[in-house]
């Protein structure tokens, strides 16, 4: 079945790139001739598989290594990329991670990065982009979310 977005020509964003499936987006969307734009905070998984890609795919890839839970993180990301003339047209928000225990354990600085990363980036980011995406007219934005995050589990508090 051919996939009804055509993604030649289009600049993908994608956080949370360096592992899992992050880097399986950007394999699968590099394989559709979408260049990238790689988010996380590992700079050297980021070129690695910025490399793997650009050599496999002859797509242009750009990385950036940003900690993605600090504040006003769609400002600056966009201003990174802005910086280096990239026309970002979808964008993936993909990073974040989970913490599992009993809440009144856990280590409020913990519990505020996992909701930085996992609330507040999303949205600052997304709306960022939005603005970018909407007037290229044929990008996509994607938000991943664990089912986890839609259903009550113990010791899965945030």
Known sequence: MRSPVDY?????????ASSGIGAQFA???ATR???????????DRLESL????????????????????????????AAEVDQRGVAVTSLINNAGFGTYGPFHLEGIERVR????????????????????LRSHGTGVLINIASNAA????PNMAV
């Open 50 to 77: 910025a490399s793997e890609l650009s050599e496999q795919f002859g797509a242009r890839i750009e990385v950036i290594a940003l900690d993605l839970g600090q504040p006003a993180v769609g400002s600056l990301l």
């Open 113 to 132: 990065s996992e909701v930085a990363l996992d609330v507040t980036a999303l949205v600052d980011i997304t709306h960022a982009f939005i603005g970018r």
């Open 27 to 29: 394999r699968h969307l």
């Open 150 to 153: 839609y259903q009550p589990i």
């Open 33 to 43: 001739g979408s260049d990238l734009v790689l988010v996380a905070r590992r700079r």
């Open 8 to 16: 030649r020509g289009q600049t993908t964003l994608i956080t949370g």
